[in-house]
C-alpha cells in the first residue's frame, strides 16, 4: 500500500463520556488488511514495524485489556469501524496535536493521558472523542503529523476485506477505501473515450458484475461505472467511478527538501483542510480536488507532511487567473542538491515519472524550488549554482520547455550559517536564465531553528505567487504597488527591524494587522526596534514618496 503520514489514532467505542466512568464492553465490527489483534496493556508494541512500547501507566487506565488491532506504521491500512450502539468514537493522538489535526468536531477527554516510549523518547498521548452513530461506518481521519493508526476496543469483529482494489485502465484507482462507494476520476483534456474499469476481489468467492462507462462528455449516468459486487456471505454493495475531463491544466512542479513538504501541522479551523478552488493535486495516476497536504503523494518521501508553501501559492494563483491549476508536488526532507541534479538520481527520475504521466493534463508553466538547508555549508555551497544550473537544464529538457519558469526561495533567516547562502541564491538570475527568487524575510519558524512555521509557510507561498503572477500572468502583486522583499525590513527573534538611515527626509512607517486595523505609524529619519504581540502584520515603509516596500512579517509566539 502507498505510505502516507497519519497522526496515530486509537479507536475506542464507549457509552460514557467520562474516562472514570465504567466502560460498556460494546462490540465494534472492524473490517480491514494487515492487522493482528493484541491487548492494549502496559508494554505493548503499538506497531509491528517498530520497538516502540507503552509506558507504564501512571493510574490504572479505563481501556487496559481493550483490544486493539496492531499494524504496520507508516502503511495506510484502511478499514472501517461500525460501532453497534450509540456513544463516542475515542480517538488517541499526540496531546500537542490532536485538536489542530483532528479537526473541531474532535475534544480532548480530561485526564486520559498516557505515554510511549520511543526509542527512548517519551512522548505524551492524549484521548479525544467525537460521538458515534449505532451502524454507521467510521472511517480512520486523514490527519498528518504521526506514525500510523489501529482501532481499539473493547471486543471487536474482525473481519476480512471484500474488495481489494477498483482499477482504471489497470492502475489502482488512487485513494480507493472500502467503505466508500462513490469515486470521481478525472481524465486528461485529450482523453476521447472512456476507461475500462476493474475490480480486485481480496479472497476467492466475490463475485462482480461491472457496467461500463460509455461517454465522457455525456450525463452522469453515461460517465458512471457501476461495480455490484457479492460478497462471500452474500452481502452486496455498489461501487461507482463517474468520469470527469478536465480542461487543459496550468502545471506546476513543485520539488526541494523539507520546507518545501511542510513540516508545521494544519489547522483546520483556519480553512487548511478546505480544497482549494479550480485547482488540482495530482496523486498516482490522476488528479484530486488539490487539498493539503500537498507533499501527501510524493513517491520520494516517507515521513511527516505539513502546511506547504504550495497550498497558499495555489490559492493566490487561482483567485487571480481563469484558467485550472495542476500541482505535481515531489519533496523530500533532507535532501541534498546533489541527490538532485543528475538524470541518474533517484529523486530525479522517480519525480520525472510522475512529472511527466501528468504532463497529460496540461502544460508546465514553471518549477518552485526550495532547498538548501541540506547544502548552506563551507563544504557544499561553492559548487551550488553551477549543481542547480545542471538541475535546471535536464528538468527544462525533460519536460520539453528549455525556458521554463524556474523559482528558487530563500531558506530561513533566523540562523547567521544560512546566510551565505541566502545572500547566493537571490542571484540566480546570474547563472540561470528566466528564473526569480522568494525571499524569506520578516519569515520566523515553528521553534525547532529549521523548519517555516504555518504562518510564515503561508507568506513564502504568496511570494512565489507574487513571482509567478507577474512573470507568467502580467498580474502585478498588491495592487501594482511595488513589492519588495529586502533586508531593510528583518525579524530577528521575533523582534521586528526596520533599517532606515536617510538624511535628507524621513521615511514613513505604517504596520497594520491583517484586518487592515494600524498598530504603529511613524516618519522616521534613524532605524526602527519594536517588539509585537504574537501574529502576521503588513509592515509598509515609503521613502521619498515612492511607492512604499510593503511586506508581510511573522512575529512567532516562540523565543529561541
Known amino acids: 500500500m502507498r505510505e502516507i503520514r497519519y497522526i496515530f489514532c486509537l479507536f475506542i467505542i464507549l457509552s460514557a463520556v467520562q474516562l472514570s466512568a465504567q466502560v460498556s464492553q460494546i ?62 468514537v475515542y480517538v488517541i493522538a499526540k496531546e500537542s496535536e490532536g485538536l489542530s489535526k483532528l479537526g473541531a468536531e474532535w475534544t480532548v477527554v480530561a485526564g486520559s493521558g498516557f505515554n510511549y516510549n520511543a526509542n527512548g523518547v517519551i512522548a505524551p498521548l492524549a484521548v479525544f472523542q467525537h460521538v458515534a452513530v449505532a451502524n454507521t461506518l467510521i472511517t480512520i481521519p486523514l490527519a498528518s503529523g504521526f506514525t500510523g493508526a489501529t482501532p481499539i476496543a473493547k471486543t471487536i469483529d474482525l473481519q476480512v476485506p471484500v474488495v481489494s482494489a477498483i482499477t482504471i485502465d489497470g492502475v489502482n484507482l488512487a485513494m480507493f477505501l472500502e467503505a466508500t462507494f462513490t469515486y470521481v476520476h478525472r481524465l486528461p483534456y485529450t482523453s476521447t473515450t472512456a476507461p475500462v474499469v476493474g475490480l480486485t476481489p481480496f479472497s476467492a468467492g466475490v463475485s462482480s458484475i461491472i457496467s461500463q462507462a ?13 461495480i455490484d459486487v457479492t460478497a462471500q456471505d452474500n452481502s452486496k454493495r455498489t461501487y461507482k467511478v463517474i ?6 491544466l496550468d502545471l506546476f512542479l513543485c520539488i526541494g527538501q523539507s520546507n518545501m513538504a511542510g513540516r508545521d501541522g494544519m489547522d483546520a479551523s483556519q480553512g487548511d483542510y478546505i480544497p482549494v478552488d479550480n485547482a488540482y493535486l495530482y496523486t498516482t495516476s490522476t488528479f484530486i480536488d488539490a487539498v493539503n497536504p500537498f507533499n501527501g503523494f510524493s513517491n520520494v518521501e516517507s515521513v511527516t507532511q505539513g502546511v506547504s508553501p504550495v497550498f497558499s501559492f495555489s490559492k493566490n494563483i487561482s483567485a487571480k487567473v481563469a484558467a485550472k491549476l495542476g500541482f505535481v508536488v515531489n519533496a523530500k526532507g533532507g535532501s541534498d542538491l546533489v541527490e ?8 530525479y527520475t522517480q519525480t520525472m515519472i510522475r512529472a511527466l504521466e501528468a504532463k497529460k493534463w496540461g502544460t508546465y508553466k514553471a518549477i518552485l524550488w526550495h532547498q538548501g538547508e541540506a ?88 511570494r512565489y505567487a507574487d513571482i509567478v503572477l507577474k512573470n507568467i500572468y502580467g498580474i502585478s502583486a498588491l495592487s501594482d504597488t511595488e513589492y519588495k522583499n529586502t533586508s531593510n525590513i528583518s525579524v530577528v527573534k521575533n523582534k521586528l527591524y526596520i533599517e ?51 511586506q508581510k512579517i511573522v512575529i512567532s509566539s516562540s523565543l529561541l
Not at 468520469?243 to 487543459?248: A, D, M, N
Not at 538611515?501 to 494600524?518: E, P
Open 243 to 248: 468520469f470527469e475531463q478536465l480542461p487543459e
Open 375 to 462: 547544502d548552506a555549508n563551507a563544504n557544499d555551497l561553492p559548487a551550488y549554482p553551477a549543481q542547480l544550473t545542471n538541475l535546471v537544464a535536464h528538468l527544462r529538457e525533460d519536460l520539453g520547455d528549455v525556458n521554463l519558469f524556474f523559482v528558487a526561495g530563500q531558506i530561513g533567516k533566523w540562523r547567521t550559517d544560512f546566510d551565505t547562502f541566502n545572500a547566493m541564491i537571490p542571484t540566480i538570475g546570474t547563472f540561470i536564465s528566466n528564473s526569480a527568487c522568494a525571499l524569506s524575510d520578516g519569515l520566523t519558524d515553528k521553534g525547532d531553528n529549521l523548519h517555516f512555521n504555518r504562518a510564515s509557510q503561508l507568506i513564502l507561498g504568496e
Open 500 to 550: 532606515i538611515s536617510n538624511d535628507s527626509f524621513a521615511s514613513v512607517v505604517c504596520i497594520t494587522d491583517l484586518s487592515g486595523r494600524r498598530i504603529y505609524a511613524s516618519e522616521s529619519h534613524q532605524s526602527i526596534e519594536l517588539n509585537l504581540s504574537p501574529g502576521v502584520y503588513v509592515v509598509s515603509v515609503m521613502n521619498n514618496n515612492r511607492n512604499p516596500i510593503v
Open 340 to 347: 538532485w541534479d543528475d538524470k541518474t538520481d533517484n529523486l
Open 27 to 88: 462490540t465494534v465490527k472492524i473490517e480491514g488488511n494487515g492487522y493482528t489483534k493484541k491487548i492494549f496493556a502496559e508494554g505493548e508494541l503499538l506497531w509491528n514495524n517498530r520497538t516502540y512500547l507503552i509506558e507504564p501507566f501512571a493510574n490504572p487506565h479505563a481501556f487496559a485489556g481493550f483490544e486493539l488491532l496492531q499494524s504496520a506504521a507508516s502503511i495506510a491500512e484502511g478499514g472501517t469501524i461500525t460501532p453497534l450502539a450509540d456513544g463516542y
Open 214 to 226: 460509455t461517454k465522457i462528455h455525456g450525463t452522469e449516468a453515461e460517465r458512471t461505472a457501476t
